[in-house]
């Protein structure tokens, strides 16, 4: 029976889901895939590993579904965004790819933020550079490793690495193209852009871009053989992750809020016309004529996370014994922590921010009789409240009457109406486990001629999906909340670089640091 594959490589898991085509998961494989920091602010990961990792997983899935790899009629992959993933002159791996959770080139945003190359790039690429977007790792790596950007064949975000390994194909889709280096109004490369950046030279290093549905290449005899996958599938161009996420949750229109709540705050809504601003990216859509509009921070859940890493480790430990899963041993101390009055606030700024690199996460307003339920809570509103920044950013420019969720917390029912109070619109959630993965699925579908086009969900989506309300007043009370969150933020916005200056950049072990 027909089915398609979606691989979906985030920052510390990469998958490999099989869909039916009517969009029932068929199974789903997981690697994690680990981060390497050598120097504090610096993350990276072995790209030899990380396709190690997806080949595994890949062939797990096929093991999994109970169906022979020939059913499967295309496939794509999504991954993170941003970072890069760099090949030589011989298209091997030059070096660690970097990711996006880095802020090595803090230094090369603040001299462009102080001449006139911000102002410049968002008016010539609908965005203000940040620090792990192409353009700015690239400076760096010309100005602090001047050899290696001299053996720059080609750069490459994630997921165009692992087509690369599937396909023997270099290249990239629109989504990923508009990362750094395409004109925000005719959504094609601009050589403008590369000079702008002092990266001219590398003209020859640009990713040809095709549709995020057009069939790229096919899978080849060495990757067939390494995966399991039949030798000639069609392999599609595929897509960001962000844009597959919304795609694949219901939530990739006009008149919606896609809220993404994983390593990154995502948040997006489509326009058919460009509409620049500091506060959002706006990038290219699937299809030419539309854009993405994207507010972002490297500061949603990759916090929580961490905290469950740092100071749960024992309920983890004792879960996976239990075959259970950390969250629901921690869910009674959250539900009664949301149940009482708290004084405690959280700032999610463990890895990046809204308000520069130099920003880090912290709590206010703990007391002695603060539990680590409290903390907990305080974790979870900080990375709502930091969405809301981005999302009441981007309802200054576009309408939008709800929300649609996606991310490991849209599991949670208390936590999407937390985010539906928060927001103050209403959230609505899908069953779809893998969101982006199945994002990626439509797009090989289409490209394979399963589907019209990659908006051609065959799923029912009004049957699979759950809309929760804002209470008026809880929405009151997080509205006090979040106004304190703000002024906290504010008044520690000229202290946090102090702080940052406290400790100088220096070696940290050069340990696998994986994260959830």
């Keep these: ?36 920091i050598p120097n504090a602010r610096h993350i990276e990961r072995d790209m030899d590993e990380l396709w190690s990792a997806t080949v595994d997983a890949i062939r797990e899935a096929i093991t999994l579904s109970n169906r022979p790899a020939s059913d499967i009629q295309g496939i794509a992959a999504t ?38 190359v911000a102002d410049q790039a968002i008016e010539l690429t609908g965005q203000i550079p940040h620090v792990s977007a192409p353009s700015t790792l690239l400076a760096w790596i010309r100005d602090m490793e001047p050899e290696r950007f001299k053996r720059i064949g080609h750069f490459l975000s994630c997921k165009d690495w692992l087509r690369f390994c599937l396909t023997g194909i270099v290249g990239t889709d629109r ?36 549709r995020s549905d057009q069939i790229i290449g096919r899978v080849t005899r060495e990757a067939a053989h390494l995966t399991g996958l039949a030798k000639g599938t069609p392999v599609v161009a595929g897509l960001h992750d962000v844009t597959a996420s919304a795609l694949g949750a219901g939530g990739y229109a006009k008149g919606v809020v896609a809220v993404i709540a994983g390593t990154y705050s995502i948040n997006e809504t489509l326009s058919s016309e460009p509409r620049v601003d500091r506060r959002w990216f706006c990038r290219n859509g699937i299809a030419p004529g539309i854009w993405n509009n994207m507010s972002i ?30 969250h629901a041993l921690l869910a009674p101390e959250i539900d009664a922590a949301f149940d009482r009055p708290s004084t405690a606030l959280f700032h ?78 209403p959230v609505t959630v899908t069953e779809t486990d893998e969101a982006a993965a199945w994002g990626a699925a439509l797009c090989a ?34 509205d006090k909340r979040y106004r304190v969150f703000r002024q906290i933020a504010d008044a520690m916005t000229p202290l946090w670089p102090k702080i940052a200056g406290l400790a100088p950049e220096q070696s940290v072990t050069d340990e696998a640091e994986p994260r959830h």
């Design 1 to 36: 029976m027909p089915s398609l594959l979606g691989i979906d490589s985030g920052l510390t898991v990469t998958k490999a889901v099989i869909f039916d085509i009517d969009g029932t998961p068929l199974a789903v494989a997981r690697r994690r895939v680990t981060q390497f």
């Design 79 to 116: 991954a993170h965004g941003d970072g890069i993933y760099l090949l030589d002159h011989e298209r091997t791996p030059l070096g660690r790819a970097i990711l996006s959770l880095d802020s090595r080139a803090g230094a090369v945003i603040d001299r462009w933020m102080e001449s006139d």
């Design 175 to 210: 989504t990923e193209a508009s990362t750094s280096f395409t004109d925000v109004k005719t959504q094609e490369y601009s050589q403008e852009a590369l000079r702008l950046f002092g990266l001219q030279k590398l003209v020859h290093a640009l990713p040809p871009a095709a």
């Design 297 to 326: 921070s490297p500061a949603s859940t990759a916090n929580y996370d961490w905290f469950l890493d740092k100071l749960c480790a024992g309920e983890r430990t004792k879960g996976e014994a239990q075959g259970s899963s950390i």
């Design 348 to 425: 999610p700024y463990l890895f990046g921010s809204p308000y520069g690199a130099s920003a880090s996460a912290g709590f206010f307003g703990l007391g002695g009789w603060h539990d680590r339920g409290d903390m907990l809570r305080a974790v979870l509103e900080g990375i709502a409240f930091n969405h809301r920044i981005h999302v009441d950013a981007l309802g200054d420019g576009f309408e939008f009457e709800e929300a649609r969720l996606a991310g490991g917390v849209s599991r949670n029912p208390l936590v999407v109406q937390m985010f539906a109070d928060v927001l103050g619109i």
């Design 445 to 478: 579908g289409s490209g394979a001629g399963v589907y019209a086009d990659p908006q051609s969900d065959p799923r029912d989506i009004s049957r699979i999906a759950k809309t929760c309300q804002p209470d008026a007043a809880r929405s009151a009370d997080y």
